[in-house]
């Protein structure tokens, strides 16, 4: 169950994916992919389990579908590193592109991109540099304000605790917005996540179990 908000005069719609829903705008926004972190991992010799990018490839696929989605807009970090660039990465890559080939790509640079170098040609990606701007929106990975912008972004991957009776207490994944600026959480596995402090002028809007709902 998503939850819907007003951006900058503009409905948009958070959804448990986690992702953000411009519907006027056709536009499907995620942050911090993370592509190929399982395939960087294993490559430094940490044994973690494979097959997530292709995961994350079909929680897209899902959203794109439900959707109707005309363009995805990735706000940084659509690879982890190097070492994503692996011939399974790649090829999971490929397959899921040729499955959307109507579909616009744009991807905000994040800090992770800069490392990890820029997606392949072939995929047919925009890279562009923060801020960039689309409708009301301007687009970033690295919280920042934007004069006369509501600003997406990602970087942080926001999180909220909450608190039950006596020590009882669970972390979730957020998202995160007030003036002028909207986080989103991170879309792709094994990120971690940064919990947020509550701060006046600030909504957060929790992730789980299917549900996006406002924090208290």
């Not at 994350?56 to 109707?68: F, K, P, Q, Y």
Request: charged fraction near 20%.
């Amino acid at each position: 169950m998503s939850t819907s908000i007003s951006l900058a005069g503009e409905a948009v719609h958070l959804l448990p994916d986690p992702a953000l829903w411009w519907p006027a705008g056709h536009t499907l926004f995620i942050a911090d992919l993370h592509l190929g972190k399982a395939a960087v991992f294993r490559a430094r010799g940490l044994p973690v389990p494979s097959g997530t990018t292709d995961a994350n490839l079909r929680r897209i696929d899902a959203l794109l579908t439900r959707h109707v989605a005309r363009r995805l807009v990735v706000l940084g970090d659509f690879l982890h590193a190097v070492e994503s660039h692996a011939p399974s990465v790649h090829a999971a890559l490929r397959d899921w592109r040729m499955a959307h080939p109507g579909l616009e790509i744009v991807l905000v640079r994040g800090n992770h991109d800069s490392h990890a170098g820029d997606p392949p040609g072939w995929l047919g990606i925009d890279v562009v540099d923060e801020p960039w701007r689309i409708g009301p929106f301007a687009c970033c990975h690295h919280p920042q304000r934007v004069s006369g912008y509501e600003v997406l972004a990602g970087h942080v991957h926001p999180a909220v605790r909450l608190r039950g009776m006596g020590r009882d207490a669970l972390r979730l994944p957020c998202f995160s917005s007030g003036e002028g600026l909207t986080l989103l959480p991170a879309f792709g596995d094994f990120t971690g996540s940064h919990v947020l402090a509550p701060e006046r002028g600030r909504a957060l809007f929790a992730v789980g179990g299917g549900r996006v709902w406002a924090v208290p």
